[in-house]
């Protein structure tokens, strides 16, 4: 099972940018699609978006497409989510899973194995 780290959350004003990284562990990573949620207090989790382990293919949610975007990179076991034109409501913890296969076949929680200690993402107004 990959371990995950985040990192990169911290304040930005609004219309700000950010980008966070999730470093991963171990020798399977590119076995994984992996994906990027954030909790907001006293709410689900929630999916933001995902991608393949090939990187070939991405899903976002709808609140934040145009705005993120995801990548990877397997040769450094290191996923990443772009921030831009960050909005108040993006405020969250912000976290990465791996998946539990290679393709994206699920945007729910529970499709999702392995999950980092996820990172604070606070946008000012």
């Known amino acids: 099972q990959v371990q995950l780290v985040e990192s990169g959350g911290g304040l930005v004003q609004a219309g700000g940018s950010l980008r966070l990284s999730c470093a991963a562990s171990?020798?399977?990573?590119?076995?994984?699609?992996m994906g990027w949620f954030r909790q907001h207090p006293g709410k689900e989790r929630e999916f933001v978006t995902a991608?393949?382990?090939?990187?070939?293919?991405?899903h976002y949610a709808d609140s934040v497409k145009g705005r993120f975007t995801v990548s990877r990179d397997n040769a450094k076991n290191m996923a990443y989510l772009q921030m831009n034109s960050l909005k108040p409501e993006d405020t969250a913890v912000y976290y990465c899973?791996?998946?539990?296969?290679?393709?994206?076949?699920?945007?729910?929680?529970?499709?999702?194995?392995?999950w980092g200690q996820g990172t604070q993402v606070t946008v000012s107004s």
């Open positions: 899973a791996a998946g539990k296969g290679r393709s994206v076949v699920t945007m729910n929680p529970s499709g999702f194995g392995s």
């Open positions: 171990g020798p399977t990573f590119s076995l994984y699609a």
């Open positions: 991608i393949s382990w090939s990187g070939d293919r991405t």
